[in-house]
């Protein structure tokens, strides 16, 4: 009885299996890669905002200190 051929056939299921197991770790450490660094430009773009608002509402405060100061000299 010659097994030759079915252990040829169970080293070659096997060497496809590891190697299609390999291609889904690499695509999935690519993936999660990718969503991190969306995430992370996401939340600093989130971080430029809230500055950005928050710089913008003191420039407002600013010139409505000026104009209230302005107006009270002038009465």
């Known amino acids: 009885m010659n097994i030759e051929p079915t252990l040829n056939m169970v080293f070659i ?5 590891f190697v299609a197991l390999m291609l889904m ?3 999935t450490k690519k993936v999660t890669k990718k969503m991190r ?5 996401a939340e600093a773009d989130r971080i430029a905002r809230q500055i950005a608002e928050k710089k913008r509402f003191k420039e407002l405060m600013e010139e409505k200190e000026e104009t209230e100061h302005t107006l009270g000299r002038k009465i």
């Open 13 to 17: 299921f096997l060497l496809i299996a």
């Open 25 to 27: 770790f690499i695509y």
């Open 37 to 41: 660094e969306e995430k992370e430009k």
